[in-house]
Nanobody, 127 residues
Framework: QVQLVESGGGLVQPGGSLRLSCVVS????????MGWFRQAPGKEREFVGG????????SYGKSVKERFTISRDNAKNTVYLQMNSLNAEDTAVYYC????????????????????WGQGTQVTVSA
């Protein structure tokens, strides 16, 4: 059973930064394209960012582009989400996800493309 465990969420002031981490228990981490999604109360789960197996290709949702950065460390089975210039609209539960990718350059943007999900970590942006 593949397990994904997120950490790094919390309360931050507007304009601040946070870095989320997600550790994957499976030993074949480098076979997965990884992604981050978020879900605010009353809203659908939204794509935040995706990264290819190699880490060389990334994609971002429109609302976070230029502010968030997704990265991965295959030696540590970990994917990161660096979030800068946070605002109240970024408040949500953030989820990491893993999907098997057969190319090192593939990334995914749709929920249905990811098979494994973490339990989520809360990010609250408030003064």
């Amino acid at each position: 059973q593949v397990q994904l465990v997120e950490s790094g969420g919390g309360l931050v002031q507007p304009g601040g930064s946070l870095r989320l981490s997600c550790v994957v228990s499976d030993g074949t981490f480098n076979m997965y394209a990884m992604g981050w999604f978020r879900q605010a109360p009353g809203k659908e789960r939204e794509f935040v960012g995706g990264i290819s197996r190699s880490g060389g290709v990334t994609s971002y949702g429109k609302s976070v582009k230029e502010r968030f950065t997704i990265s991965r460390d295959n030696a540590k089975n970990t994917v990161y989400l660096q979030m800068n210039s946070l605002n109240a609209e970024d408040t949500a539960v953030y989820y990491c996800a893993a999907g098997t990718a057969y190319s090192i350059r593939v990334y995914y943007t749709e929920r249905t493309q990811y098979r494994y999900w973490g339990q989520g970590t809360q990010v609250t942006v408030s003064a």
